[in-house]
């Protein structure tokens, strides 16, 4: 079982970097929807160094920014309240012009992972909306238009200048967003290929209805399928999240095919110490379910209790992999002596 923890200002020390890995930790993931890779420069160098400390060749993924949408940068977070309008579009909350051409009134708009909802009500050069649920949003957060899909490319002038950097900055591997067929993990490839990154292993998210059910078509063009619950659930509704789960989980495990699974497996530890009983659930049913790898976001990113948190996924996985490799073996046959004392 291979386990990850998104990289933050909570974790980002070389000696604590080096404390994960000696727990257990595989790798780290680097999210740069947020940022560029070489504004990451001193989080990569403390990988390196706690490469170097453990004596581990710790995994480090860069989450490439990619086809998703995301609000744009705000000078500070902004409070929405249910019931306040707001409008998307320049001078209030920046969004990129191919969102707001796709956006219809009564058009429902998602933000962060579905923590706040807007419904647009005039569209235009700008988008005027009602707050639907609130929250405070921060830059960057991920935009969901559920049945709205929009065509963009595999990866950004961005991320192309980040693959640019990669080696220099010990990148291991790539998680592609929005995975929707073959062609664009092709072009992911031909990209690393370019630039002398064959041996990087790319992570495929399944982000929306359209990468799901298209799984078959482009599974074998990657190297680990990754279940992203957090936009899949925006773009599913909730209700519908678990079946998808299962069922990318079963189609990965007849295919022999590697899958993770990551979001808010233990997000009650970005506050608090311990978990919940149903996010120990959680996170114990994926590894039953066949998952390989297992990954922390914001409990280690901006969370309270890093260590804690790394701790309690490996535990975790450790118990849930002794319970199935228990199920795996066959029932063993009582000796001739346990057989004699029996109850009849």
């Not at 051409?101 to 058009?107: L, N, R, S, T």
């Not at 957090?230 to 495990?253: F, T, V």
Request: hydrophobic share 40%; proline share 7%; aromatic share 4%.
């Amino acid at each position: 079982m291979k386990t990850y923890a998104t990289l933050g200002p909570a974790c980002c020390r070389a000696d604590l970097l080096t404390e994960l890995l000696d727990m257990g930790l595989t790798g780290f993931r680097l999210n740069l929807s947020h940022t560029t890779l070489t504004a990451c420069r001193p989080w990569t160098d403390a990988v390196q160094a706690a490469r170097q400390a453990s004596g581990r060749d710790a995994e480090l993924i860069v989450d490439m920014r990619g086809p998703e949408l995301r609000m744009g940068a705000l000078p500070q977070p902004v409070p929405l309240a249910e019931g306040d309008s707001v409008t998307l579009g320049p001078g209030s909350l920046p969004v990129e012009p191919d969102i707001l051409a796709a956006v219809a009134p009564g058009q429902e708009i998602l933000l962060d992972d579905g923590l706040m909802a807007l419904r647009a009500e005039s569209c235009g050069r700008a988008v005027t909306c009602t707050v639907t649920r609130g929250g405070v949003l921060e830059s960057r957060k991920s935009i969901t238009l559920p049945g709205v899909e929009l065509l963009r490319p595999a990866l950004t002038a961005q991320d192309l200048l980040d693959l640019d950097n990669a080696a220099g900055q010990g990148v291991t591997a790539v998680m592609q967003p929005f995975v929707r067929s073959r062609h664009e993990l092709e072009q992911v490839r031909t990209a690393l290929a370019r630039r002398g990154l064959e041996h990087l292993t790319i992570f495929a998210k399944i982000e929306d209805r359209q990468g799901w059910q298209s799984l078959p078509q482009w599974m074998d063009a990657c190297d680990v399928v990754t279940v992203a619950r957090g936009d899949l659930g925006s773009n599913l509704g909730l209700l519908h999240l678990p079946a998808a789960q299962k069922d990318i989980a079963a189609r990965c495990r007849r295919a022999g095919k590697p899958f993770l699974v990551v979001t808010q497996l233990l997000h009650t530890m970005t506050e608090h110490p311990t978990p919940t009983r149903a996010e120990v659930l959680d996170v114990y049913n994926a590894v039953l379910d066949g998952a390989s790898a297992l990954m922390l976001t914001g409990e280690t990113a901006r969370g309270r209790y890093p260590l804690e948190a790394v701790r309690w996924l490996l535990d975790i996985a450790r118990q849930a992999e002794e319970e199935a490799a228990r199920e795996a073996l066959p029932p063993q046959k009582p000796s001739k002596k346990e057989s004699k004392k029996a109850p009849q």
